[in-house]
């Protein structure tokens, strides 16, 4: 977060000490300061204490447990809606009133998805149909996951 005007930029520095935390949450500061040594970033306990502190302001985080061996589902809804004034945010309003987690918007083939967690097909059904049934909603699918593989790496990477 430092070496930019935006108090809400995260830099390489922040992006290892997530990656840390990814593995280990419990990770001592102490800890977190010796491994970025050891990548030749020098910072004290209190440097890395500070910058988790302003990490945990800006992000929002949760665990996904694996969906296999439990006894619910996890489901993505997608939806497209009408090219109306207002529609896109009609809708993403009432999904976010629905029984997901997690609803986010943006550009592309669909125009909002949701994730939730539900406990049987019957579920899915009726979570499906309150999206369809939605005026501005023109086209709604979804996906059950069976399976995932994470990689926070990746998703940690910075300016490649």
């Known amino acids: 977060m430092t070496g930019t005007n935006d108090s809400n930029a995260i830099d390489e520095i922040d992006r290892k000490i997530l990656s840390i935390l990814?593995?280990?949450?419990?990770?001592?500061?102490?800890?977190?300061?010796?491994?970025?040594?050891?990548?030749?970033?020098?910072?004290?306990?209190?440097?890395?204490?500070?910058?988790?502190?302003?990490?945990?302001?800006?992000?929002?985080?949760?665990?996904?447990?694996?969906?296999?061996g439990h006894d619910w589902e996890i489901v993505m809804v997608t939806a497209q809606v009408a090219h109306e004034d207002g529609a896109k945010q009609a809708v993403f309003e009432a999904?976010?009133?629905?029984?997901?987690?997690?609803?986010?918007?943006?550009?592309?083939?669909?125009?909002?998805?949701g994730?939730?967690?539900?406990?049987?097909?019957?579920?899915i059904d009726a979570l499906v149909n309150r999206v369809r049934s939605l005026p501005a909603v023109t086209t709604a699918e979804y996906m059950i996951e069976t399976d995932r593989a994470?990689?926070?790496?990746?998703?940690?990477?910075?300016?490649?």
């Open 150 to 160: 994470t990689n926070v790496e990746r998703y940690l990477q910075f300016g490649e």
């Open 22 to 68: 990814a593995h280990d949450p419990r990770t001592p500061y102490s800890n977190i300061s010796t491994q970025l040594a050891e990548e030749g970033i020098e910072m004290s306990s209190e440097g890395v204490r500070r910058r988790v502190t302003a990490l945990l302001e800006i992000t929002t985080s949760f665990h996904l447990l694996r969906p296999d």
């Open 95 to 113: 999904m976010s009133e629905m029984n997901f987690w997690f609803v986010g918007s943006g550009f592309g083939t669909i125009d909002l998805y």
């Open 115 to 123: 994730i939730s967690t539900v406990n049987s097909n019957k579920e």
